[in-house]
């Protein structure tokens, strides 16, 4: 079957560096997406990785390891605001999204 | 408006109740979804629509019933839902449906099924 696995919660303190780990198996891959979610709110886009490789934007950069099936978000000088839900989605053959439960950050002072 | 929005935002029903959910995307898009958001699970797609059409429905309980009157609206009916169909349900919208098509989301509506 297909799966995304995340951990459940992290912690992290404010100015340091976190990486949420993303492991996946899909019915074939046509990539992989990051996704941010604060509390009561709608998910937002935050990576696309289809390449091997790390993909930086800003403070965030994305990690893809297509024959490990593995991808990372990494999240340098944490900020409060980064407090939130990350989402890690594989895209399979079909072009459909599998979605993982999400990985919920505490960022404390 | 720009972006992705539901209404209502939050929505508190009995069983016996009937109610629909809106979504509307002013982005011009042409595919838009319908998701179920559970405390501590991963999304769950619900409906798919592609040009108006549906083009996946994922065994889901005649109870949800979709309609897309055009490429821009979107609703959910729903009517005789059970306590568990309490959640977020969760709009999103896409230029299409290919691999590089990143979704955009709406803020939700926080559904409580008593």
């Not at chain 1, 992290?10 to 560096?17: D, Q």
């Not at chain 1, 934007?57 to 000088?77: A, I, M, V």
């Not at chain 2, 769950?44 to 055009?70: A, G, I, Q």
Request: glycine content about 8%; charged content about 15%; overall charge neutral.
């Amino acid at each position: 079957g297909q799966n995304i696995d995340q951990p459940t919660e992290m912690t992290a303190t404010e100015g340091a560096i976190v990486q949420i780990n993303c492991t996946y198996q899909t019915s074939g891959f046509n990539g992989l997406f990051w996704y941010q979610q604060h509390a009561g709110e709608a998910p937002t886009f935050l990576s696309y990785n289809v390449l091997d490789g790390l993909e930086e934007k800003g403070r965030f950069s994305s990690f893809l390891s297509r024959s490990k099936g593995y991808s990372y978000l990494l999240l340098k000088e944490l900020q409060m605001k980064d407090s939130a839900s990350y989402l890690c989605a594989g895209l399979d053959s079909n072009y459909q999204l599998i979605w993982g439960a999400g990985t919920k950050l505490i960022i404390k002072p | 408006e720009t972006g992705v929005t539901q209404t209502p935002r939050h929505l508190v029903m009995g069983m016996t109740n009937k109610k629909s959910l809106k979504c509307e995307q002013h982005l011009g898009h042409n595919a838009m979804y319908w998701y179920k958001q559970s405390a501590k699970k991963p999304l769950e797609l619900m409906f798919v629509y592609s040009l108006e059409e549906r083009v996946e429905n994922n065994s889901v309980p005649s109870r949800f019933s979709p309609e897309c009157p055009n490429s821009s609206h979107l609703f959910l009916h729903l009517h005789t839902l059970q306590p568990e169909d309490s959640a977020l349900y969760l709009c999103a919208s896409s230029h299409g449906q290919g691999a590089t098509d990143t979704q955009y989301f709406g803020p939700g509506t926080r559904l409580t099924v008593l």
